[in-house]
């Protein structure tokens, strides 16, 4: 079942309220119903954690946590998957909303020159925020959407194909009691 794979990843909410360096959140990370791992928790916390980890901004865990929190859902799956975009991914990321953004605004993607550096970057940053903002708006509206779609079915999947197993086991079983 998904529950039990997911919960072998996720920390324990006792052991973080305990934490020091957490202790000022702890009324809000005791909350029970931000640990439930059922299917629509997940399922909007991978909403929640994709569409923060698309946006360019600062502070993306903070957002997701919120988010988890107005959407009660799994705040540490929501937060953890924030990290999708990490120092190694993140160009990739924003450049790729940076060049749907351009398409959306019918604007030709300007490409990046052999060398980058944090002039050239502030001399264009002008020109990159729009489409990069809409990109990435429009992009992450998307996944978190497909994201939510895409959990809730393969759960459904997981759980009735543990039904049919059960099923089976119990037939199986009957078949031999009568033996």
């Known amino acids: 079942m998904p529950r039990r794979f997911l919960q072998r990843y996720l920390p ?7 934490q020091r360096s957490l202790r000022f959140m702890a009324h809000l990370i005791g909350d029970p119903a931000l640990w ?4 629509r928790s997940v399922a909007n916390a991978f909403s929640v954690g994709l569409f923060s980890a698309l946006l360019p901004i600062p ?4 957002i997701a946590a919120f988010g988890a929190r107005l959407g009660r859902c799994n705040l540490p799956l929501s937060v953890a998957l924030v990290w999708i975009t990490n120092p190694l991914t993140m160009p990739i990321i924003y450049y790729a909303n940076y060049c749907l953004g351009a398409w959306l605004m019918q604007t030709p993607a300007m490409t990046a020159p052999e060398h980058i550096s944090t002039h050239w970057l502030q ?3 002008l020109d990159i925020l729009p489409a990069l903002l809409i990109g990435s708006l429009v992009a992450a509206i998307a996944i978190g959407a497909l994201a939510n779609l895409t959990i809730r079915l393969l759960w459904r999947w997981q759980v009735s194909r543990s039904w049919k197993a059960r099923a089976r086991r119990r037939r199986r079983a009957k078949a031999a009691s009568r033996v």
């Open 12 to 18: 324990n909410p006792d052991t973080l309220r305990r």
């Open 36 to 39: 439930v791992l059922s299917r």
């Open 59 to 62: 502070f993306q865990m903070v």
């Open 123 to 125: 001399d264009q940053l």
